[in-house]
């Protein structure tokens, strides 16, 4: 019998599964054949006959087929771009949707109708291309929901699993809450490449509700109103019949009505009420269901009830019982008997009483991966960059590999205006409003000399680097990308790292230099050996962007735990934790707050020197960009690294002119340091099991991490869980942490009592 080569598949939970390569590769030509046999054309056409049906289902099995086999991210962005050309967008699409977060089925899915819509207006996909591209999304998504359906509980399909990624219109994560049952069902995974699995005992609920299709025999004029299928005009109700769903208000042209599938979606209010419904019920004891979720062992136990009392420092080194108050394996249960200790002895009471726990609501968040970047949008990025560069007769060598709109450059001359010198007063005020968050932050916090002040101007440019004279690495510029822009190779008297920032976020165009150089004056004053070096900035064209030293290494710390998944020992931890403090306690001492500490902003040169990235940019406005009232965008695993007095100030509704901005401090860096620390010693992420709303949640009850056996000393664990204290200022300072570190002995003696008796004293001191 021939054996197979089996392969590791880490997802991106960090889960590993093992996938013979021949079954992947054979479900992806599966894919790829399926799609070559038919035309996109053909299945989207008015005529929807019996063939079409089965066009339809062979491609659907192809792409579950696909899910089944476990691709990591690379691949499922692979597949994503498949789908989308087979759909007929253009590589320029493909790339447009990427970059707002589209790159996989699951993201695909987690999008509204209506934003789906938007997102292809704003990539200005012509009508044709976002008729086909809604209709067939529609299309996939009603198999999806037709397959959850009609497959049994450790048979479903792998879909997008959980409301860490929200659907607000569909269907799709919504088999993971049952409606009937009321329970938050831990999901195993956020990827759609690993199938959510329930509790064995409990069947899942499948949310099956159908359409409430009514349709009026008056004469109506839709205006403007475009049918959600084939987002054509709807028209008058007679001529051109149409109905409306009662519950979830869609509107179809009655031929198009059997295409749309028969599970009505949920609109953003209806998966608001099951959130409601799901922390009403909470208080009113539906989670006390003793049946559902075993309680934590922890739980029972008195010396795990109290978060915030001092750990017991007479715990030993190797004990296997956390060192902090336990959330068991996700709050997937009886989260009240998690809670209900803690409330009862809470020393800490949250500051700001206008949070969700209050209204019961819970902010919708999107995850966008920021990820490195496949061999074909390598090939696609060198390409554009090219062009652009034999286009300018090579002079602009970075404006091919810089995505920008055309706007920005109608737009430019504002920008010209406003780099006439630092930013002005008011916009420096309103910003250490913002950093300050209602706390401590204060407006001296600034050197203002050299945002604004006789010097500003001579400042700035001494930093300021014409984009002509970066060259742009011609074989694989792009490094990676992130929620807020992405990182290119350069050359600029040696190698850089060039990072171009997404400033849509900021809709007055004016105004867009002045707050750039807000986020690059941060950087602007840094100078440290663990942080990335700042060269300078630029603004061209409507392009933003900031040069630093390339980081040789190119891997981060999160790279190095979760995707090689080194474990690293005591030392290297230590060493690693000592250099974070001191770059981040010398940001304090800059008055400059990280606000995104992260293993992915943490990059490794070598496994003795990290280097911290991507500080001070981090803001609500930019998460909730382009989501606006309907939620945050956010990177995958952010939540995790929340401190619980920011995961509190997260607005249900973000309003530009009313919410304030995240109330940032020196102790949310240090809570997010602890959370690298934790991830250090246990190769895992804290509240790992849990969605970002679990996690969210979990955090507004004042949970922490569960800390699990890992070998360290007492004193480091105290440090580590003071570093995860609810009060803000319970928390110590990176200062106090470093020398903490620095003044424990490198290696630690076990005093053992001997087996055999010795005689302790000397024999001078016996007599
Ligand atoms: N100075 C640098 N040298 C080398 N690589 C870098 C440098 N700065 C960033 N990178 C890499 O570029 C990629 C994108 O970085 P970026 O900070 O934009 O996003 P991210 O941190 O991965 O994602 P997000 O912040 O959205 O979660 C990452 O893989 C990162 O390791």
Not at 373 to 385: F, Y
Not at 401 to 425: F, R, Y
Not at 468 to 486: L, M, N, S, Y
Not at 514 to 539: C, P, Q, W
Request: net charge positive.
């Amino acid at each position: 019998m021939r054996s197979k080569t089996v392969t590791r598949t880490t997802y991106s939970n960090g889960s590993v599964n093992t996938v013979a390569p021949d079954v992947k590769a054979k479900a992806v030509q599966d894919l790829k054949d399926v799609l070559k046999l038919t035309t996109i054309n053909r299945l989207l056409t008015a005529s929807y006959d019996e063939e079409s049906k089965n066009i339809e289902r062979k491609i659907f099995s192809a792409v579950y087929q696909m899910t089944k086999v476990g691709l990591i991210d690379r691949e499922k962005r692979e597949i994503n771009a498949i789908w989308f050309s087979f759909v007929g967008l253009s590589a320029q699409n493909i790339r447009h949707l990427e970059i707002c977060s589209i790159t996989d089925f699951n993201a695909l899915f987690s999008i509204t109708n209506q934003e789906l819509r938007s997102l292809a207006d704003r990539g200005r996909l012509d009508v044709e291309t976002k008729r086909k591209l809604l209709q067939s999304t529609v299309i996939l998504q009603n198999h999806w929901n037709d397959l959850y359906s009609s497959t049994s509980t450790d048979d479903a399909p792998p879909g997008p699993s959980t409301p860490a990624i929200v659907t607000s219109n569909h269907q799709f994560n919504v088999p993971s809450l049952s409606v009937t049952g009321v329970k938050m069902i831990q999901s195993s995974s956020m990827g759609f490449a690993t199938a959510p699995k329930s509790p064995k005992t409990a069947s899942r609920s499948i949310h099956n509700i159908p359409h409430k299709w009514h349709r009026s025999t008056k004469l109506r004029w839709s205006g403007d109103g475009v049918c959600h299928f084939c987002q054509r005009p709807l028209g008058f109700g007679i001529l051109n019949a149409w109905e409306k769903c009662r519950s979830c208000k869609w509107k179809v042209h009655t031929q198009c009505k059997g295409r749309v599938g028969d599970s009505c979606g949920l609109t953003p209010d209806h998966l608001r009420f099951l959130f409601d419904k799901l922390i009403q019920e909470n208080n009113g004891g539906m989670w006390k269901d003793p049946q559902s979720v075993p309680a934590s062992r922890s739980m029972n136990e008195p010396a795990f009830q109290f978060p915030d009392t001092a750990i017991d420092s007479s715990s030993s080194t190797n004990s296997s019982a956390p060192s902090t108050p336990a959330l068991p394996l996700g709050i997937n249960g009886n989260v009240s008997s998690l809670t209900a200790p803690y409330r009862s002895e809470r020393k800490f009471l949250f500051p700001d009483t206008e949070n969700y726990s209050v209204h019961n609501r819970l902010p919708i968040l999107v995850i966008s991966e920021g990820d490195h970047p496949s061999t074909t949008e390598i090939q696609q990025e060198t390409e554009n960059h090219n062009k652009l560069a034999s286009l300018s007769g090579g002079n602009i060598e970075s404006e091919g590999t810089i995505v920008g709109n055309q706007e920005d450059s109608v737009e430019s001359h504002h920008d010209v205006e406003a780099d006439q010198g630092g930013p002005s007063q008011e916009a420096v005020d309103k910003f250490n409003k913002r950093a300050d968050g209602g706390f401590t932050w204060e407006r001296h916090a600034w050197n203002m000399s050299t945002i604004r002040g006789p010097n500003a101007q001579a400042s700035w440019n001494e930093v300021t680097i014409q984009l002509e004279t970066i060259e742009f690495d011609k074989q694989a510029p792009i490094i990676g990308r992130g929620r807020f822009g992405k990182v290119l190779r350069g050359f600029h008297y040696g190698d850089v790292a060039v990072k171009v920032y997404n400033m849509d976020h900021i809709s007055d165009h004016s105004k867009r230099a002045e707050e750039f150089k807000l986020e690059v004056s941060a950087y602007k004053n840094t100078r440290h050996d663990n942080i990335a070096l700042f060269l300078g900035y630029f603004m061209n064209d409507g392009k933003y962007g900031m040069v630093m030293s390339l980081s040789r290494g190119s891997q981060s710390l999160y790279t190095l735990l979760h995707v090689v998944r080194e474990k690293l020992d005591m030392a290297t931890t230590r060493k690693i934790a000592q250099q974070i403090c001191q770059a981040v306690s010398y940001l304090h001492t800059k008055k400059i707050l990280h606000k995104d500490l992260r293993s992915k902003n943490i990059l490794l040169e070598s496994k003795n020197k990290v280097v911290i990235t991507d500080f001070g940019i981090l803001s609500m406005k930019r998460l909730a960009y382009p989501r606006g009232k309907l939620g945050y965008y956010t990177s995958r695993f952010w939540t995790n690294y929340l401190a619980p007095e920011l995961a509190m100030a997260i607005k249900t509704e973000y309003d530009e002119y009313e919410c304030e901005d995240f109330p940032f401090t020196e102790s949310s860096d240090v809570y997010a340091f602890g959370c690298v620390w934790f991830e250090m010693l246990t190769g895992m992420l804290a509240f790992c099991h849990e969605t970002p709303h679990q996690t969210l949640f979990a955090k507004s009850q004042g949970v922490r991490p569960v800390l699990p056996n890992v070998k360290c000393t007492p004193e480091l664990k105290e440090l580590l869980v003071a570093c995860f204290h609810t009060a803000p200022h319970e928390r110590p300072s990176l200062t106090d942490i470093h020398a903490k570190l620095t003044a424990l002995p490198k290696k630690q003696r076990v005093n053992r009592s001997p087996s055999f008796p010795v005689m302790m004293k000397s024999y001078e001191s016996t007599f």
